[in-house]
């Protein structure tokens, strides 16, 4: 066996750099669409270009990881397609922030300067994510990476609109839109953020006309009411129903209204009468097409009143709001104002508040595309894990609406559009036409582009080359998994499937993750703003990648989890726990050694037995995607199984004398080494590689040829002729007995020098075979030597002894010359006094009616546990002053 060169301390940054700099130096990750072998392919979620490694990329980028290196494992031919979105919004402000730390706005350069500039920037920030991704371990192919707006994939998505609009499912029309003023675009509804904010609520008096009467309403926004082509009341509201048919005189508009009813109309709201803005209110858009009501815009796309507004134009939307109020109130018509909470539409990318405002627009209707897609998950083709975000996806799906798909901005895939300039003539089309075909006239080209998710929704197939039939598509599509966030699942998961679909033929993933959400530590969301966020890439600079990927992935066992320091600690110590174990059995192992498997001992067959049932456990684990649970099962094994006990069991035989023991338990060692690096690998690949590339059969194999990397080797599968309950239950015993032991030593306070002598007592004594055949390790971890076995207490010599129990065996400490009996007797009588003093106050309180029928359920119920609690402490006590005092525990 080769000198052992593992360092006395595990440093993951060197052993992180160097490993990920050997696998990318040789092309590891690189996948060819050679058909052979079963593929399994993963799309990564593209991270918007301008982004940077957050908790979110962290926690899944780690799952994407582990089945990619997982179904590596397992001999298919893995491929996790990486790269960037374009972010359309996202970027404009960023080079647009740029420009303005200049001096100057994006109409000074003109539009095609302005794209020039953009690009310039992708090409110095946007692969910084792709970088962190490989310090956080991932195996992408970094050869393949991909961008939304590559030439090629352009190409895809304009080919996609002009099928669509060719199908009839794209149109243009007037319609009430999401209006961001600050990013000057119109948004699609999902990428509306709903926040919760406090406003007033605007009570206003509306003259009947005809009558003395006055309909008051309640308003948020009482400068739309100059829009306003309607009062609605419910129709089952008898307060209102002489006014329905009636007229309304809108005030300072001046504009004669209908009075009408609607089902839509909440009695309970404000005062039950509702003013209609079909211009300026979605719900009032959707009453307004209901009984043909007009639509009048009084704000502008800049954010402030236009020529409709009348007196208020050229004012923004909070002042024309006072200044509105004060004619009012001046025109005795304003009666109060509330304080009122509601959730306000906000802008998703830059937070401003957003207005609803009529624009002409390119829509796509998704209800033909939806259809196949609703089908494709009620027949379970797509899945999703956890298995209630199918109901939560059908249910968006089948009230699914138009999808407003024009964005009025410079960066994106500008669409194929270009209007006749003397014949309003539409064409639509791949190639720029020179003219009108209608007229032969001249034709501009439409300034807006596609919403960002249009193009991000072709990600699994335009990626790897659609519409060209190439051995990539052939071979990769379907994927097999999209792991991804929840707040995507309508923008982007409904979108692909439907998409896929259509164009690809097929779907485009056979199984969706919605991986859980990390929220702060004191349970708000994330956020540079708010303060609450937490950088992956600091964690991996303090802890390393594997202690950073085996935290998040710990903690992460429901959905919505609070980020956990200690956990990332926890995976550090972890690392530290494998690396030291690791070097100490490849210090002592046997120069000789080979890795063979000798089950001579109890402890032998039971870890070998137990590889076994985690090995098989793990492969479950995966298919049902439990995560948490893969780490849970790995660290319970590794650290309280095979460092705690088979390895402080095996050293009295790895620095044993004889040379047959120290080569039987070297070749265990060796062998369980290499398993259990590879089932690590996955989760912590970088220590598990490093521990394995140390093993000397490893290196020699190598040498030989073989595996250069546990990366390329193949995942561990049970043996089945290591199966063995009997062996496991032996050591359960073995475990529970030595506990037990060494408890009783710490409680009796006895010096480590002292050696006890154990009887054992079982009536069956193959239950005892861990103990009886395993001396050495008894008296090595419990500094304990065997006296004998017996079958009942009767044949045990009279005595005091300590009493420990475990299935199928009772163990004996005798306590003869072992220990102060004065010394414990003041011991166990101080326990009695407390634990009497514990049962008085609780039996004086339960004693008490009035406590017990007045109190909180909770802490009666607390109270009785903390009763029974002591008195069973109390017998313990009475039951341990037997044993080791000889008498009876006095009263």
């Known amino acids: 066996m080769a000198e052992v060169t593992m360092a006395a301390r595990y440093s993951p940054h060197e052993v992180e750099q160097r490993i990920m700099k050997e696998w990318l130096d040789r092309s590891a990750f690189h996948a060819e669409a050679d058909g052979e072998r079963e593929s399994y392919c993963i799309v990564i979620p593209p991270p918007n270009v301008t982004g940077s490694l957050h908790m979110g990329h962290a926690l899944n980028g780690t799952l994407q990881d582990i089945l990619i290196r997982y179904h590596h494992m397992r001999g298919k031919n893995t491929f996790w397609l990486v790269g960037t979105d374009h972010a359309g919004i996202a970027t404009q402000n960023k080079v647009e922030a740029q420009l303005a730390e200049e001096g100057l706005r994006k109409k000074d350069l003109g539009r095609e300067a302005f794209e020039r500039r953009v690009w310039a920037w992708k090409e110095k920030y946007g692969s910084t994510i792709i970088h962190q991704l490989k310090k956080l371990g ?65 009570y206003i008096k509306y003259p009947v006309l005809g009558t003395g009467d006055f309909l ?84 502008g796309f800049d954010g402030r009143m236009n020529e409709e507004a009348g007196d208020f134009a050229g004012m923004d939307v909070d002042a024309a709001r006072g200044a509105v109020v004060d004619r009012l109130a001046g025109r005795g018509l304003f009666v109060e104002a509330e304080d009122y909470i509601h959730a306000v539409g906000t802008c998703y990318r830059c937070g401003t508040v957003i207005q609803p405002l009529l624009s002409l627009q390119w829509f796509m209707d998704m209800k033909r595309l939806a259809a196949p897609a609703i089908e494709v998950v009620e027949q379970g083709k797509v899945r999703f894990f956890p298995e209630r975000w199918t109901d939560v996806y059908l249910e968006w799906m089948r009230g699914i609406r138009p999808w407003c798909l024009s964005r009025q901005l410079w960066w994106g895939h500008r669409l194929p559009v270009w209007y006749c300039e003397e014949c309003g003539h539409v064409i639509v089309t791949l190639e720029a036409p020179a003219v009108c075909p209608a007229c032969g006239g001249p034709v501009h080209r439409d300034e807006d582009v596609l919403d960002t998710w249009f193009s991000s929704a072709m990600w699994p197939f335009a990626t790897l080359g659609w519409p060209e039939r190439t051995p990539e598509l052939e071979v990769f599509y379907p994927t097999a998994v999209l792991s991804t966030a929840r707040d995507i699942l309508y923008l ?80 550090r110590n972890f690392a530290n726990k494998i690396w030291n174990a690791s070097r100490l059995v490849l210090q002592g192992a046997h120069p000789q050694a080979g890795a063979t498997v000798t089950l001579s001992t109890p402890a032998d067959r039971w870890i070998f037995s137990r590889l076994n049932q985690v090995t098989r456990e793990l492969a479950d684990l995966y298919e049902r995607y439990d995560f948490a649970e893969i780490a849970r099962v790995l660290y319970r094994f590794v650290w309280n199984e095979m460092c705690d006990w088979y390895l402080e069991v095996g050293k009295a035989r790895l620095y044993s004398e004889s040379q047959g023991e120290r080569l039987e338990v070297s070749g265990n060692l060796l062998v369980l080494l290499e ?15 490093e521990v394995y590339r140390n093993l000397p059969h490893v290196r020699a194999r190598a040498e030989r040829g073989g595996a250069p990397s546990l ?145 909180p359920a909770a802490v009666v119920a607390e109270m009785r546990a ?24 006095p009263r």
């Not at 509702?274 to 009984?291: A, S, Y």
């Not at 690096?677 to 598990?688: A, C, I, K, R, T």
């Not at 395993?774 to 419990?782: E, K, Y």
């Open 675 to 689: 398993r259990v690096m590879g089932l690590l690998h996955p989760l912590m690949p970088f220590v598990s590689e």
């Open 492 to 571: 982007w998961v409904a979108r692909m499937i439907m998409m896929g679909l259509e164009f690809a033929g097929d779907i485009p993933f056979r199984h969706v993750i919605v991986h859980p959400t990390i929220l702060a530590a004191d349970g708000r969301r994330m956020s540079k703003s708010l303060g609450t966020g937490v950088d992956p890439l600091e964690l991996i600079e303090e802890y390393g990648a594997d202690a950073t990927r085996f935290g998040l992935v710990y903690m992460s066992s429901v959905q919505d989890v609070r980020f956990s320091p200690e956990r990332i600690e926890m995976g």
């Open 216 to 299: 008051t309403v309640a308003t948020t926004r009482p400068e739309t009411m100059l829009g306003d082509t309607a009062v609605a009341v419910n129709p089952k509201d008898p307060r209102y129903s002489r006014y329905v048919g009636m007229k309304a005189l809108v005030p300072l508009a001046e504009r004669e209204v209908p009075i009408i009813a609607d089902e839509h109309v909440d009695p309970e709201f404000g005062t039950g009468a509702l003013k209609i803005t079909p211009g300026h209110d979605p719900n009032d858009w959707e009453i307004g097409r209901r009984h043909g009501l007009p639509a009048v815009s009084v704000i």
């Open 711 to 855: 990366f390329d080797s193949r995942f561990p599968e049970a043996d089945a002729a290591w199966d063995d309950p009997a062996a496991e239950r032996a050591m359960e015993v073995f475990a529970q007995v030595v506990s037990g032991l060494r408890s009783a030593r710490d409680e009796l306070a006895v010096p480590r020098e002292a050696e006890g002598r154990v009887w054992l007592v079982t009536s069956a004594p193959g239950a005892a075979a861990g103990l009886v055949e395993q001396p050495r390790p008894l008296r090595l971890l419990a500094g304990c030597t065997l006296a004998g076995v017996v079958a009942t207490d009767e044949e045990v010599p009279a005595g005091r002894y300590a009493t420990v129990e475990a299935p199928g065996v009772k163990a004996l400490l005798a306590l003869e010359g072992f220990i102060d009996v004065e010394k414990e007797r003041t011991r166990l009588l101080g326990r009695a006094e407390k634990a009497r003093g514990e049962i008085d106050r609780a039996r004086t309180k339960l004693d008490n009616p009035g406590f017990v029928s007045k109190a």
């Open 866 to 889: 903390r009763l029974a609690q002591a008195e069973a402490t109390l017998r313990d006590v009475a039951r341990q002053y037997r044993e080791r005092v000889g008498e009876d525990l």
């Open 138 to 202: 991932c195996a992408c192919d970094y050869e393949r990476e991909r961008f939304t707006m590559d030439q090629a994939y352009h190409d895809a998505v304009l080919r996609v609109f002009v099928a669509l609009y060719e199908k009839g499912d794209i149109y243009r029309d007037v319609y009430l839109v999401n209006w961001c003023v600050r990013c000057g675009s119109a948004l699609s509804d999902l990428e509306v953020e709903h926040l919760e904010r406090a406003d007033k609520l605007y």
